[in-house]
């Protein structure tokens, strides 16, 4: 049997030892080990520099005897502490030293917590920067206290005075000092930082460059030892090449021995040989790999946005209107609007009150007056043992008692045990957009989307979110303040919001009301593309507009999917952390409010065609940030239908014919007891509020729009997606010659994702719409996509690429 030559197999031994080493050494446990150990020598370090200071003096004599147990040092770590310490401290960067203590527990943490080398690299040379300046700092110092500077510092110090003397040497390190601030914290100059930063990085790269050749060498080394081994063999072999010429005979008992070495070896030589170069090159190899797994192309990936954030800054969707001036209050007009409270009246309709309850047997316990702008509201605390519905019933007799238009009798008011009865005072105050506007709750406001509506009872301004509403309807009779209400929605969000944070869509049947806003078009408007005016006034537009939003708010629930978010805020928060690549089609989404002015008009000529995309836009588009406005004269049933009531659950309700349309827009009486002139009362779903509107003139208008007109625009309006008409719909027989170039891969895509959407083909082949749109056409010609279904995407008809290579085959066959 083949036995092993014992200084080979030592050989053998010490490389695989040497080999286990090297991989215990890049495991987990040893980098916790090393990690901990930096961590713990510095607090070592830390401590026997403390105890220098104190006793280092003493120290001094017993310096030289590290090996003399008799001779004690007093530094608390001994003379080991002791020696250190003088090394460093005295001999080194004086009290600059602890920033070692300091970078060796950095770089044990780092460790610890894996992160790359080059972040350990670069936070040495910071600290061993901030270290040689302190270190020269201190060399200012007298020399008695020549140990704050170190024998280092003191040195460059003293050198550098013979040159540039004290005051070129303050003004050298005065601006070292802030040089290095600048680069350590970036404080300023993009560009100068980036500029350090890359010769900084080229640094890094050298230490890595460096410490891979390292590696490299380490490894040759361990592969050069490993290589005498085989040319040892070689040797050997060939002396048992000369043993086998030499033909020895049998009783040469040497010999027979050697022979049997040399049938080892000559097994040796035909495998182990190998396997020692098969051992060097997957060494070879190991060492490769592992330099390119420094190069760690994952967690660049992984970096990527915090790098960009870093080096760019967030995504900033202002930057293209960058110097974009938001509308100032001096704009809009002041009234006189203190209330003016006349006690008189007050006491009066106190009377007129206590003593029509009184002809009901309904005894007041105490009554409070609260006056707003338009309306006082007496609050009244019933006697015990009167019931609450017994007031409501006689509502109308109480305002027959008052003789009084717009009376409202809230019992009890939510939250309280008491009964509100509102009165219209004889003189009302103008509540001005610009008391709302600069009001500190406005300004102050958090919200996505506010609106300054108006004040309340109380005179406190009232700010809605329409983000969270989501959808407004809007409803009064002619001339009570609805126009005003939909200026002051448009002009809240005008003050509050940048171009590039909201669009508006106008739907303006009346012509006459929104055409102010035109001149902001390339601001603030979205309109469809290849479409003349901004402001929709024809019906056939507004379905088409409408249904263009529809394909938006699927493109946009396409694109949050794909971000894996819930809500366009989270969208637009991670594609500010630029953690969105805008080439996959991610983009900054503004919010879009669509306004209807005169809804019920629309609905009377268009009906379901208007009707069915907006009941679908109000149902899905609040996560998208699509918001709607509706309003209208006549909120009969048959213009708010039951389904675009549901989703409509804000309600804002001017003053009213009758109780039935107070009724059909609030579910509730009142509106038709408002006084007009923006007299309002809003819900949200829950409690009924009575707000005054803040009124906002024509001439108001002008001035904003105007202001806003004259400044820098966007190259056009916001472009909602084509959107086409199913009757204006190609043809189907579309013939195959004709076909775009990319509709086998169309197809291919189509097919992969069954999901026959334009806006797939326009995500993945980075097409423009009417391009997807007629690839679309020509796959629905080809049989491989269903008829149009609205915005909802096709039906695809072919289950895979063989069905879809029988087709196309057959078709050609044809
Ligand atoms: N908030 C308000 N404060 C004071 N006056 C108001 C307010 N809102 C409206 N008015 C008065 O009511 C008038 C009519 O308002 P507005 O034009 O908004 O009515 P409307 O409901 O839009 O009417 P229509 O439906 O016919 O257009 C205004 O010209 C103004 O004088």
Redo the contacts with the bound molecule.
């Keep these: 049997m083949a036995k092993r030559n014992p200084s080979l197999k030592n050989k053998t031994d010490t490389t695989e030892s040497k080999q286990s080493i090297f991989a215990f050494l890049k495991t987990k446990q040893a980098q916790t080990i090393f990690g901990f150990f930096l961590m713990s020598f510095s607090f070592f370090l830390c401590i026997a520099f403390i105890s220098f200071f104190s006793k280092g003096q003493e120290d001094q004599s017993t310096l030289h005897h590290l090996s003399d147990r008799a001779i004690k040092s007093e530094n608390l770590l001994g003379k080991f502490g002791a020696n250190l310490s003088h090394f460093f401290i005295f001999r080194g960067f004086g009290i600059a030293g602890f920033i070692i203590a300091y970078q060796l527990f950095l770089s044990g943490l780092f460790i610890l917590f894996k992160r790359k080398l080059s972040k350990i690299i670069v936070s040495w040379n910071y600290g061993l920067t901030a270290m040689i300046l302190c270190s020269v700092t201190f060399g200012f110092l007298p020399e008695k206290y020549a140990v704050l500077s170190g024998v280092i510092g003191f040195e460059i110090n003293d050198y550098l005075i013979d040159f540039i003397g004290k005051t070129g040497l303050t003004i050298l390190l005065f601006f070292l000092f802030l040089a290095y601030v600048i680069v350590r914290y970036k404080i300023t100059f993009d560009q100068l930082i980036n500029l350090i930063k890359e010769k900084k990085a080229a640094f890094t790269h050298q230490n890595k460059q460096a410490e891979e050749e390292h590696i490299t060498s380490n490894a040759a080394e361990e592969v050069s030892a490993s290589i005498p081994l085989s040319s040892d063999k070689k040797k050997q072999s060939e002396f048992e090449k000369s043993v086998i010429d030499l033909k020895p005979t049998i009783s040469k008992h040497s010999d027979t021995h050697k022979k049997n070495e040399k049938i080892r070896l000559t097994v040796e030589e035909k495998i182990e040989p190998e396997k020692a170069t098969a051992s060097v090159i997957t060494d070879e190899k190991k060492v490769e790999i592992n330099i390119e797994e420094i190069a760690e192309e994952k967690s660049v990936a992984e970096n990527l946005s915090d790098k960009l954030v870093k080096d760019f800054g967030e995504f900033d969707p202002t930057l293209e209107l960058a110097n974009f001036k938001f509308p100032t209050f001096n704009l809009l007009k002041q009234y006189n609007e203190t209330i003016s409270i006349d006690p008189e009246e007050l006491e009066a309709n106190k009377d007129k009150i206590v003593e029509t309850l009184k002809n009901y047997k309904i005894g007041i316990a105490e009554i409070k007056a609260t006056v707003g702008p338009t309306i006082t509201l007496y609050e009244i605390v019933p006697e015990a043992g009167i019931r609450i519905s017994k007031i409501k019933n006689l509502e109308d007799d109480i305002a027959l008692s008052l003789s009084a238009l717009g009376i409202r009798i809230i019992a009890p008011i939510p939250g309280k045990g008491t009964i509100g009865i509102e009165v219209p005072n004889q003189k009302s105050t ?2 001005s957009m610009h008391s709302v506007i600069s009001s500190k709750k406005f300004q102050e406001s958090s919200m996505e989307l506010p609106i300054a509506l108006g004040k309340t009872i109380s005179n406190e301004t009232f700010v809605v979110d329409l983000a969270k509403m989501p959808h407004l309807l809007m409803a ?1 009779a ?8 939909l200026n002051a929605v448009l002009t809240s969000l005008l003050y509050k919001k940048h171009p590039a944070e909201v669009k508006f869509v106008l739907v303006d049947p009346k012509k006459v ?1 929104l055409t102010l806003f035109n001149k902001i078009e390339r601001h603030y408007l979205a309109k469809l593309p290849d479409v003349e005016e901004a402001i929709i006034t024809d019906t056939t537009k507004v379905v088409h507009t409408l249904n263009s939003l529809c394909i938006e708010m699927d493109n946009r629930y396409d694109l949050l999917k794909l971000a894996m978010v819930r809500n366009i805020k989270e969208y637009n928060t991670k594609f500010k952390a630029r953690k969105l690549n805008p080439n996959d089609g991610h983009q900054f989404l503004p919010y879009i409010i669509l306004v209807i002015d005169e809804f019920a008009d629309l609905i009377m000529t268009a009906g379901k065609e208007v009707e069915t995309p907006i009941a679908r836009l109000a149902q899905l588009a609040r996560a998208i940030g699509i918001h709607l406005i509706v309003a209208t ?1 006549r909120p009969s049933v048959n213009v708010i239908t039951g389904i675009i009531k549901a989703n409509f659950p804000a309600r804002i309700a ?1 003053r009213v014919t009758s109780k039935i349309d107070s009724r059909t827009i609030l579910d509730a009486g009142g509106a038709d007891q408002l006084i007009g ?2 007299d309002l009362l809003y819900t949200a779903g829950n409690e009924i509020n009575r707000i ?4 906002v003139d024509t001439p108001e208008i002008e001035k904003i729009t105007d202001f806003i007109g004259s400044q820098k625009a966007y190259a056009e309006a916001y472009q909602l997606p084509e959107y086409v008409d199913d009757d204006s719909g190609t043809t189907m027989d579309i013939d195959i010659g004709d076909r775009d170039k990319l509709f086998r891969d169309a197809a291919e895509i189509i097919v992969t994702a069954q999901q026959g959407s334009a806006s797939l083909l326009q995500r993945k082949l980075k097409l423009g719409y009417n391009r997807a749109g007629r690839l679309i056409d020509q796959l629905e010609a080809a049989g491989i996509v269903g008829g149009f279904e609205g915005s909802k995407a096709r039906q695809v008809l072919v289950q895979d690429f063989v069905a879809l290579d029988h087709l196309l085959g057959n078709e050609q066959g044809n």
């Excluded at 002619?478 to 209400?485: A, E, I, P």
């Design positions: 103008v509540v009064g002619t001339g009570q303040g609805k126009s005003v209400g009301e004269q001017f002139r923006g005054q509107c803040a009124f």
